[in-house]
């Protein structure tokens, strides 16, 4: 089983032949996401000036992260995620290494349903929390 952050979604979207591949690659190893990560593919499009005046453009783009997301289990942010959110941000806080909110969270999905690994392209937003196996792909 393997998370998959935001990062690595946007370059599915953008169809990059390099994270194509490296998902080919995985065959049938269970992928899975956060409401998190959708949230974010979400808000790249509706906080956009770019989709201001072009709401077909708009539309499609929203649509291609719908159909994104079916290929994956997208996980909630439920009460386990948020107790394990809150465990992993506040050790990090008493140590003075926090991170940024969002992969505070993504992290807390990913370790709350018993996955030890995360793929992204951000290595630095989640190096720093215990017990999670970062995949980087430059």
Same mark, same amino acid.
């Given at each position: ?41 979400? +808000? ?27 290929? +994956?289990?997208?996980?909630? +942010? ?22 940024? +909110? ?37």
């Amino acid at each position: 089983m393997m998370m998959v952050d935001t990062s690595i979604l946007v370059d599915l979207l953008r169809k990059s032949p390099e994270i194509l591949r490296f998902v080919q690659k995985l065959g049938s190893t269970p992928l899975f996401t956060t409401e998190i990560s959708i949230m974010e593919l979400v +808000f790249g499009i509706t906080g956009s000036h770019i989709y201001i005046n072009k709401p077909e453009l708009k539309q499609k783009r929203l649509s291609e992260i719908g159909d994104l997301s079916l290929k +994956f289990t997208i996980l909630p +942010f439920d009460r386990k995620s948020a107790y394990k959110t809150a465990e992993i941000l506040g050790r990090l806080k008493l140590d003075g290494k926090l991170v940024d +909110f969002r992969a505070g969270m993504i992290a807390g999905v990913t370790k709350a349903n018993g996955i030890d690994e995360l793929i992204t392209h951000n290595k630095k937003h989640f190096e720093r929390i215990p017990d999670l196996k970062i995949i980087e792909i430059s």
